[in-house]
């Protein structure tokens, strides 16, 4: 009946990741998933997370109910409204309306099911982007295309590649955007050309369709890594936006998450928040419930979310420490090229430029783990590996 059925292609970042797992060198290294860790390289349980999980399992009414189709509500209205903020006239004008959805991906497939059943337009992604854009977008059946984001020559972002196409593209196209840390080049839009983009998206008529993974987790700052959501909601568009508690909570494998919808009035919005609900139901019934009671807790106690606020700030500041490092001994090195865009690029990943040969002797050579494409996780660096690798990049780029 399956004898037809092909191998399925090596995931980009997983398959790296189990190579790693398997090497049984005594000091590998394993710059692959994003996925934080401490100065010991050892995975960080947030302190903030920590309490309210105690929190949650000491509460002797806690069970394992099933959740509503829409999940967890007070989560879901927290986490709308960090990602939209407090005065969000979206918020105020009830535009805006969630769903608890399987982490940033469950989010992502909720929405390119939506948008398969509403709004079937392209979507747009950029060129380079996560792994499991493609993905999750055609296996939802939308149909993709892409458009430029990196400069390879410059290692930076290509401005007016994105804007030529947005330009370009059929009018009301959807554009899959990173809302901040793009993943993998770790480069983000500046504010001016933020709102360029908007202006072109709205004078095309674009539907923007953000992911945000990183919100706080990328500058410390959960504002600002939300700018570019609210500055497009400020402007007037509709959009959908995933997001993420993987990073920001370090709620990996809890798979806890939401997607916002904002329509321009309240009873769309609030029809639109049925379907999105009834495709839920359709997929995983309920989404999960110990990981959104968890990040209900830290986001609905103001003490916790004090607490939360510095371990962002924990996370953000070590990697941004590694990228300073890192550059630093690239630069005493005198490693052959220019560096400046490992300190220059946001977030968890550093786009390195290291070609794929590179990137395989690092692997050989040096049991250092990364995806080909010259992704590295920053937060597999520690005040222990950082040096070395610095030493192996520049063996690599140099053989
Ligand atoms: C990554 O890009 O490494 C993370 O977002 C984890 C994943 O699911 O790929």
């Known amino acids: 009946l399956f004898k037809a059925v092909p191998q399925a292609p090596a995931d980009a970042i997983f398959s790296i990741l189990a190579k790693y797992n398997v090497d049984k060198y005594y000091n590998k290294t394993n710059l692959t998933v994003g996925a934080y860790r401490d100065d010991n390289g050892k995975p960080w349980v947030l302190p903030s997370v920590k309490k309210a999980t105690e929190i949650l399992i000491s509460n002797p009414e806690a069970n394992h109910e099933y959740l509503p189709m829409g999940g967890l509500q007070t989560f879901v209205t927290a986490a709308v409204k960090l990602l939209l903020g407090e005065d969000s006239i979206a918020i105020k004008e009830g535009r805006a309306v969630g769903v608890q959805a399987l982490s940033g991906t469950g989010a ?169 609900a009834k495709i839920s139901r359709a997929i995983v019934s309920n989404a999960p419930r110990f990981g959104a009671e968890i990040a209900n807790i830290v986001l609905n ?30 630069v005493e090195l005198k490693t052959p090229g220019s560096w400046d865009h490992i300190v220059d690029q946001i977030g968890m990943f550093s786009y390195t430029g290291l070609n794929v040969k590179q990137c395989r002797a690092l692997m050989s050579k040096f049991h250092i783990y990364l995806t080909e494409n010259g992704r590295i996780s920053m937060a597999g660096l520690n005040s222990k590996n950082v040096k070395a690798f610095a030493e192996a990049i520049d063996y690599v780029v140099r053989n």
Request: proline share 4%; charged share 25%.
């Open 108 to 276: 992502l497939r909720l929405g390119a099911e939506f948008l398969k059943k509403f709004y079937k337009r392209t979507v747009y992604i950029s060129d380079p982007t996560w792994a499991n854009h493609r993905s999750i977008m055609t296996d939802a059946g939308l149909q993709i295309a892409s458009y430029p984001y990196w400069n390879a020559q410059e290692k930076c972002l290509d401005f007016e590649g994105i804007i030529n196409t947005m330009k370009e593209a059929p009018n009301g196209s959807i554009f899959l955007l990173h809302a901040c840390a793009h993943n993998p080049t770790g480069v983000d839009p500046n504010p001016a050309q933020w709102m360029k983009i908007a202006e072109v998206m709205k004078e095309k008529d674009h539907f923007p369709f953000f992911d945000c993974a990183y919100q706080g987790f990328a500058s410390g700052d959960l504002d600002k890594d939300a700018y570019a959501v609210r500055l497009f909601v400020d402007m007037g568009f509709e959009l959908i936006c995933s997001q993420s508690f993987a990073k920001n909570l370090g709620l990996y494998g809890q798979r806890t998450g939401c997607i916002t919808l904002v329509t321009s009035k309240k009873e769309y919005s609030l029809r639109c928040q049925t379907q999105l």
């Open 301 to 330: 106690t103001p003490e916790l979310t004090e607490e939360w606020y510095d371990n962002l700030k924990t996370m953000s500041s070590r990697i941004i420490e590694m990228r300073k490092q890192l550059h630093q001994y690239l």
